[in-house]
């Protein structure tokens, strides 16, 4: 099977670029001149996150994000792997549901305890 995935940006005019599978798509993409915000580059951090919105990917490797910024799909592109062809949205505009405003949705009772990422398989 091919190792080669097209990764689709829809909110920068639906550019694509060919990213290898094996490689994270932080260096892949920012190789090929795609201006991404990174830090930590090991899943730490979250500056990176960028918003899924189809394809599938294996981010296995990430330590940051909780069960709720993955079901919103989130990924860290720094240490994500593309598994199919994906379409992200990039950048802080894409981080709208990344950080919970603790005014307009506060937490229920139930959501105090630590919301620990439980990773699957892809
Ligand atoms: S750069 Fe820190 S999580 Fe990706």
């Known amino acids: 099977m091919s190792k080669t995935r097209t990764i689709t940006i829809a909110n920068r ?7 290898d599978a094996r490689r994270p798509l932080l260096d892949t993409l920012t190789e090929q001149g795609l201006d991404l915000p990174y830090g930590c580059k090991y ?44 379409t992200f949205e990039i950048g802080v505009e894409s981080h709208d549901r990344l ?9 229920q009772p139930h959501e105090l305890k630590a919301d620990i990422a439980t990773p699957k398989d892809p």
């Open 13 to 19: 005019g639906g550019a694509t670029y060919e990213v």
């Open 43 to 86: 899943g730490g951090c979250i500056t990176c996150a960028a918003k899924l919105t189809d394809g599938q990917i294996d981010q296995r490797r990430q330590v940051a994000l909780n069960n709720r910024q993955l079901g919103d799909g989130y990924v860290l592109m720094c240490v994500a792997r593309a598994v199919t062809d994906c």
């Open 99 to 107: 950080y919970r405003n603790p005014f307009l949705d506060p937490l």
